[in-house]
């Protein structure tokens, strides 16, 4: 798995993921606010499968 998802766009994905399984948790959502799951890892492991599918990468490369 090579890195395709860079620095802001891997910050944003992590708070994004955070405030949808908040709200899910408090129920102001519902349950389908757990689907912040897939952000929050895509952020976390720097690696997004739709990226790799469409030909998008947002890392800078050296």
Do not use: Q
Not at 5 to 21: E, N
Not at 33 to 48: Q, S
């Amino acid at each position: 798995m090579k890195c395709n998802v860079g620095g802001m766009d891997r910050a944003l994905r992590i708070i994004v993921g955070l405030i949808l399984i908040g709200l899910a948790f408090t129920e102001t959502v519902g349950n389908w606010g757990y689907i912040g799951v897939v952000p929050l890892l895509t952020g976390v492991f720097g690696f997004c499968g739709a990226y790799t599918l469409f030909g998008l990468n947002s890392c800078k490369t050296k």
